[in-house]
């Protein structure tokens, strides 16, 4: 059975400050989703990683995705009280095309 | 497009009542996906349609789980019976492709008592 472990699974810190949360398996997976989940409300996509080693930007968060495919990091910048959520990672199967879901890091950026 | 839409929002039951949960995907899209999350389990792929047929249901927790797409803008998800470990988020997504964006609706709470 292929997982993503995400990992922390719950981090708070202050506004401004850098932080990097992490999606890992032992598996290959052929491409990598991150979402956000905000409270009440459905995942919504950020990113699709698909090359072994990209690297992704949108505004004050950086993906990357691993060499080997088998793991991301998403780095924020500066995190502001509006970046706070749930934010879960899900890889495309090599072998099923199925899609898997991490359970998610929930963030909480303090004002 | 307004989006997927799902309803009802919220859904109390009691235990061994029916179930039903409704879902319309974004026109044009191919793919339909029901997921269930929970705190302990995260989200989970319960089954997924392509062009309104059942693909893969290997997700599905048991019998008393069944899903329907008698239309391209159509699903349901029906729990007969219902038990309190069935309380959960269910989320209908949908998608142009297998791989591709995920759109999610908002999310059924339902909580069986």
């Known amino acids: 059975t292929q997982l993503l472990e995400q990992s922390p699974q719950f981090l708070s810190i202050q506004e401004g400050e850098n932080l990097t949360v992490y999606c890992n398996s032992s598996s290959v997976f052929s491409s990598l989703q991150w979402y956000r989940q905000e409270p009440g409300e459905g995942p919504v996509l950020l990113v699709t990683?698909?090359?072994?080693?990209e690297v992704k930007k949108l505004k004050r968060l950086t993906f990357q995705f691993g060499d080997a495919r088998k793991d991301s990091s998403l780095h924020i910048t500066a995190a502001q009280p509006g970046d706070t959520g749930l934010y879960l990672c899900a890889g495309a199967s090599n072998r099923d095309d199925k899609i898997i879901f991490g359970k998610g890091t929930r963030l909480h950026i303090l004002p | 497009d307004a989006g997927v839409i799902q309803s009802p929002r919220h859904e109390v039951t009691e235990m061994g009542q029916e179930v039903t949960l409704r879902c319309k995907p974004i026109s044009g899209h191919d793919y339909l996906f029901w997921y269930r999350q929970t705190m302990m389990r995260g989200l989970e792929l319960l089954i997924y349609f392509n062009n309104n047929v059942p693909i893969d249901d290997s997700g599905m927790p048991e019998d008393r789980f069944s899903a329907k797409m008698p239309n391209a803008s159509f699903s349901t998800l029906k729990i007969q019976p219902s038990e309190p470990r069935d309380s959960a988020v269910y989320f209908c997504a949908s998608s142009l492709n297998r791989r591709g964006e995920a759109f999610f609706g908002q999310g059924t709470r339902l909580t069986v008592v």
């Open positions: 990683v698909v090359t072994g080693g």
